[in-house]
């Protein structure tokens, strides 16, 4: 089993639709999860840091947190087409260690 | 100048040269890494300094050798690399080496190895 995994996509959605990103990981000690933005040639960019179980708002994100089942989703509301990018999950490992999943791409149609 | 800051952005050496990648921070972490990535896979963690000092080798072969003067700048000296080495190296800093702060990237240096 990856440590971090994500549906590599890509995934497709309409403009102005929500856009639902998922995340799985297998230890069950994390503490700390984020995700980053990567626009094709770029490097990762952060969009949320989420540490405890529930939701967070910043602006069109949500991250969701659920330790529990060891999940972390992030919400992208009213998207955009500058939204279209590889969405990286990550999380902070009892190893002390940021590991990264493979990435989801996201691909929004006008 | 703001931010992480990587050169060269590009790099394309044979496989007997010897180069280096610099890495500066200018949000007054404490903590540095070395990250690869490559198509089609995660990125992968190679060293983490804090403070300075070494905190993980994450078994990288030691063609590439990394430097930390001090806790802004980092480097990664390459010699005698394989095509296979070929990626996007990107060099983060974050307030600590405790997971705890997010990573902040460089725009990366783009290697190829003929």
């Known amino acids: 089993q990856k440590e971090v995994e994500q549906n590599s996509g890509p995934l497709s959605v309409p403009e102005g639709a929500i856009a639902s990103l998922n995340c799985t990981y297998s230890?069950?000690?994390?503490?700390?999860f984020f995700w980053y933005r990567q626009y094709s040639g770029k490097s990762p960019e952060l969009i949320m840091s989420?540490?405890?179980?529930g939701d967070k708002e910043d602006g069109r994100f949500t991250a969701q947190l659920n330790k529990a089942s060891q999940y972390v989703s992030l919400l992208i509301r009213d998207s955009q087409p500058s939204d279209s990018a590889t969405y990286l999950c990550a999380v902070y490992s009892s190893a002390s260690k940021i590991i990264f999943g493979s990435g989801t791409r996201l691909s929004i149609r006008p | 100048e703001t931010g992480v800051t990587q050169t060269p952005r590009h790099l394309v050496m044979g496989m007997t040269n010897k180069k280096s990648l610099k890495c500066e921070q200018h949000l007054g972490h404490n903590a540095m890494y070395w990250y690869k990535q490559s198509a089609k896979k995660p990125l992968e963690l190679m060293f983490v300094?804090?403070?300075?000092?070494?905190?993980e080798n994450n078994s990288v072969p030691s063609r590439f050798s990394p430097e930390c003067p001090n806790s802004s700048h980092l480097f990664l000296h390459l010699h005698t690399l394989q095509p296979e080495d070929s990626a996007l190296y990107l060099c983060?800093?974050?307030?600590?080496?405790?997971?705890?702060?997010?990573?902040?990237f460089g725009n990366g240096t783009r290697l190829t190895v003929t």
């Open positions: 989420i540490y405890s179980n």
């Open positions: 300094y804090n403070f300075k000092e070494q905190t």
């Open positions: 983060a800093s974050s307030g600590d080496g405790q997971g705890n702060s997010p990573l902040h």
């Open positions: 230890d069950r000690v994390s503490q700390s």
